[in-house]
């Protein structure tokens, strides 16, 4: 083996590092060459191109966000099971301590940046423009820009794995663990150039959606007439819009410090590591309400549509949203009550914090009495839907319980404290996410999804999900810290860590479930030939599934906050059917390579700057600059589509009246 | 006498056991605990009813065929009951809130008032505890011991990345942060062996940063200091600078230490740029030698 590839497999192919890296190389290649020949077997190459790659429709975007949310979760799903194998037992030696610290600093920000986040943008995007009846969003060429500024992001970020090494310093990355002299290396700037990328197409998304939102909405939709949903969609863009940068500022000057040798967070120098603290939570903390308010939005949704009854106080569900929205900017010093801010701050930061549980709470009772006096159907995401609210109940309690600073000196970084959040993220943002992908799956895709293997998986994620983290909250008690790679036998830990990681492989088996759900539905399941799978209350429900192109051939007028449903409760469904003399041509966004290309651009750029090859990275924003330019130079953004050509197709579709 | 031997003396005079939040062992970890299960308390007075009526619910208005219960798919509005639940919980928030803030501002100082307090100075280290007594003029590493009923002022910084300093049985944690003091009352009640752990991640050997924590008799501790003056094994200069590279060593006992180093320490890893926001290091800072801050260095 000549010496320059031995130096490269072991540098950047990281072969000495074990049988782990040798199968994920060996999966990785097959996986690639398995798409390529289908694609050319198929001769699907140009449909991908002309029907995916360059799309600026916004329901083809949204199905990719899902996509790449679900393998995503899968990724970071495996990481969390080999976390919890490691921790299974006292003392193994399944995974080293760098491994373990990698894994758990990828599992992390994978599902925050790179599962729940796609997840919901793509709930964004499949549900939002339908819902408030807008033929697109507001900026439909920057949407699919986002959607690849996202892409290659996470492919940067994941490529970390199997080329140059996974970071491993916490999702958290704080200085100066993070900072040259601890951490050389490229695995930390795989970090802060993955999420830098995928963040700059976040802050687009927030901004997009909030345009979408307040300027597109059909004739007669006042605010106060918005379906929850988009409400929520508008206070998490808000959100986004406020917090993001925080966060893109924060790794800026972390990556200068990196690769510049500048002194921002580092000791000396007159550097504050503390100072990336602050601005990371900035950001962290409501971020968390950043994802956590659209699945209130879909909780909302789904509760009323299978209890076939009105959301129960619309106004204080909207008040509430936008009051967690404003208080969420008040709370991010909770993350650091131990780092000797003073009894001053702690106080503030811990009453704001536990107000946050007032809004939410009102919401929890609003969903109950939705039901109240409904006919509840245990659909399947009616099923997701309810099993948040316990979930929701007992983390919400946890959250002010941790709110409480002096308790919170008992808890910090303890596995109580991780016991909490992930009964957030996964009973509060991913069960609403589920329940939203089961509720819009078939305007997606126009099938059901099985609700036998549906309804399996559920009970097998649910119980894994009780069974997997109520003991790491007597954990925490008993004194265990986060991030421990081993704890030793007498400390007592062994037979709770045990029933976690039972739990844990319990929800591994559930997502085993989903795939299979998914894959058998795709064949067999029922089809939605109305448009209306679920009886449905809101506009995405009047037109066909999936939907045309231009989504309304008409845009309809709003007269009730449940507009469809009230229509058809009153026998008057056919007024939001098509009228050949309302028809008109309709102004559409042409589809376009650049958004993909700058994300390629992106990419390499990226690369360069983790291995600080200097030349890569500028011929990759050379790359950007050039997609830029060629944007600005372009006259020709839109196309007609023909009057005659929607009657068609409406007629085709049994619309025409 | 050996270290080990001098370690094993005292063990021997103290019980240990597991650890727990629950099992205080201390006036702070007491307090803590109180407002642990007071919160907990208030919060289920949301929670109970919220899981209850959730069952009630799902079975009174599930979707069958003969269900007798009522349905009223338009009511959707009630001031009453709206009132009700903002109500509720923000009286709760406040008699949290107002709570919290009371102990928040206790635990700022020494637990109990009639009992001269001593401080020991902490320092976490890659990867390993250095525990300095000024008052004792003595120096350990990964065991510290203190004496049954007398508050304790831990100063903590860290010569590498920040970490935090728990010892769950006597109260919650404090970080140990580069350039910084910061300082956390502490204090046993009742002798024994606590756990002690690094909370916040430093990287590799994170894992194994734990400390024994021995509480023993004030006459035990005097005892133990008396003894360990006598084996002649000082911290020096050196001896420290090979204790800030990276590694895992057990149990260390130290007859002296350099008295600036912890200033030093601090001063060195970022202190310097901070004086205005600690008071507390400007009296100290005066005192730092640049003979022996190169000696480190090196």
């Known amino acids: 083996m000549p010496a320059w590839f031995r130096d490269f497999a072991d540098h950047y192919l990281m072969w000495n590092e074990g049988y782990l890296i040798w199968i994920s190389d060996i999966l990785i290649l097959l996986v690639s060459l398995g798409i390529v020949f289908t694609l050319t077997y198929l001769k699907k190459w140009k449909w991908l191109w002309k029907e995916w790659l360059t799309t600026v429709d916004h329901k083809k975007i949204g199905i990719m966000y899902l996509i790449c949310a679900l393998l995503m979760f899968f990724r970071g799903g495996v990481d969390a099971l080999l976390l919890r194998t490691q921790l299974a037992l006292p003392g193994e030696h399944f995974l080293s301590a760098e491994h373990y610290d990698q894994i758990f600093t990828t599992h992390g920000t994978i599902m925050i940046l790179f599962m729940a986040m796609p997840f919901m943008f793509a709930l964004f995007n499949v549900a939002v423009p339908l819902q408030i009846g807008a033929r697109d969003v507001a900026f439909p060429y920057l949407n699919a820009l986002s959607f690849w500024l996202f892409f290659f992001g996470a492919l940067l970020f994941n490529l970390s794995f199997v080329f140059g090494g996974s970071p491993d310093a916490g999702w958290t990355s704080y200085p100066p663990l993070t900072e040259n002299a601890f951490d050389p290396g490229p695995g930390e700037n795989f970090y802060l150039l993955g999420i830098q990328i995928s963040g700059i197409g976040s802050i687009a998304t927030g901004i997009n959606f909030l345009v979408t939102i307040l300027k597109m909405r059909a004739p007669g939709m006042t605010l106060m007439k918005m379906p929850l949903f988009s409400w929520s969609v508008l206070a998490s863009c808000i959100i986004i819009i406020f917090a993001f940068p925080a966060l893109a500022v924060a790794l800026g000057l972390l990556m200068m410090d990196r690769l510049f040798g500048a002194h921002f967070f580092t000791m000396y120098h007159g550097g504050d590591p503390m100072m990336f603290v602050n601005l990371f939570w900035v950001w962290g903390h409501p971020e968390v309400y950043i994802v956590v308010l659209p699945a209130y939005g879909v909780y909302s949704e789904v509760i009323a549509t299978f209890a076939r009854k009105r959301i129960f106080g619309y106004t204080s569900m909207v008040i509430s949203l936008m009051l967690i929205a404003v208080i969420s900017y008040f709370v991010w010093a909770h993350h650091f009550f131990t780092m000797g801010a003073g009894a001053d701050v702690n106080t503030f930061f811990a009453i704001a914090t536990m107000a946050v549980g007032i809004p939410t709470g009102v919401k929890a009772f609003n969903w109950l009495f939705t039901m109240f006096r409904g006919r509840i159907q245990f659909k399947l995401p009616m099923l997701w839907a309810l099993a948040a609210i316990p979930a929701f109940a007992i983390g919400g309690a946890t959250g002010v319980m941790l709110a409480t600073a002096p308790g919170d000196y008992q808890y910090h970084n303890s596995y109580f404290l991780v016991a909490h959040f992930h009964q957030m993220l996964i009973g509060a943002v991913v069960f609403g996410y589920l329940a939203g992908m089961y509720y819009w799956w078939p305007k997606m895709f126009g099938f059901k999804l099985d609700e036998r293997l549906g309804k399996i998986a559920f009970w097998l994620f649910n119980i894994g999900f009780y069974v997997g983290f109520m003991p790491m909250y007597f954990l925490g008690l008993n004194g265990m810290q986060r991030r421990m790679y081993t704890y030793p036998s007498d400390m007592g830990w062994g037979t709770l860590n045990f029933v976690a990681t039972i739990g844990a492989y319990l929800m591994g088996l559930g997502f085993l479930f989903i795939v299979a759900q998914v894959l058998y539905s795709i064949r067999y399941g029922e089809r939605d030939i109305t448009g209306d799978a679920w009886d449905g209350r809101t506009l995405e429900w009047s037109i066909p599934s999936p939907a045309p192109a231009y989504n309304f051939a008409v845009i309809p007028t709003i007269h009730d906050r449940d507009a469809w449903w009230e229509l058809k409760q009153r026998g008057e469904a056919d007024a939001y059917k098509t009228r050949r003399e309302d028809v008109h041509d309709i102004h559409m966004p042409k589809p376009s390579g650049r958004p993909f290309l700058a994300g390629v651009g992106f990419f390499f750029a990226g690369m360069g700057f983790v291995f600080e090859w200097r030349w890569l990275a500028v011929l990759g924003l050379l790359g950007v600059v050039a997609c830029l330019i060629s944007r600005a130079l372009d006259d020709e953004e839109e196309y007609e589509m023909k009057a005659d050509d929607i009657i068609e197709t409406e007629a085709k579709l049994g619309r025409l009246i | ?298």
């Open chain 2, 1 to 298: 006498m050996s270290h080990a031997a001098l370690s094993s003396r005292i063990l021997l005079t103290v019980q240990g056991g597991l650890s727990s939040v629950l099992k205080p062992a201390g006036p702070v970890a007491g307090q803590e605990l109180k407002i642990i299960a007071g919160s907990l308390i208030l919060t289920m007075i949301v929670v109970v009813p919220v899981i209850v009526l959730f069952g009630f619910i799902l079975w009174r208005y599930r979707d069958k065929q003969d269900n007798p219960a009522r349905y009223d798919p338009e009511w959707s509005e009630s001031k009453v009951l709206e009132i009700a639940w903002w109500g509720i919980p923000i009286v709760i928030i406040g008699i949290l809130g107002a709570y919290t803030a009371k102990v928040t501002y206790a635990l700022t100082r020494p637990p109990v008032t009639d009992v001269k307090p001593m401080t020991i100075d902490v320092t976490s280290l890659d990867w390993k505890w250095l525990f300095e007594y000024p008052d004792q003029g003595v120096a350990t590493v990964n065991e510290l011991v203190i004496p049954v009923g007398v508050p304790v002022a831990f100063d903590l910084t860290a010569d590498g990345p920040m970490n935090s300093f728990w010892i769950p049985s006597l109260g919650g944690q404090e970080y140990a942060m580069p350039g910084m003091v910061m300082r956390l009352w502490l204090e046993a009640s009742r002798p024994g062996v606590y756990y002690g752990h690094a909370a916040n991640f430093t990287g590799q050997q994170f894992a194994g940063m734990q400390f024994k924590v021995v509480a023993t008799s004030r006459a035990a501790f005097s005892e133990w200091v008396r003894q360990l003056k006598q084996v002649d094994h000082p911290l020096t200069v050196t001896l420290y600078s090979q204790l800030r590279q990276p590694s895992e060593i057990g149990v260390q006992l130290y007859s002296s230490y350099p008295r600036d180093l912890f200033a030093e320490v601090v001063w060195r890893e970022g202190g310097q740029y901070m004086v205005d926001s600690m008071p507390s290091l400007g009296s100290t800072h005066v005192s730092v030698s640049p003979v022996m801050v190169n000696a480190m260095n090196q």
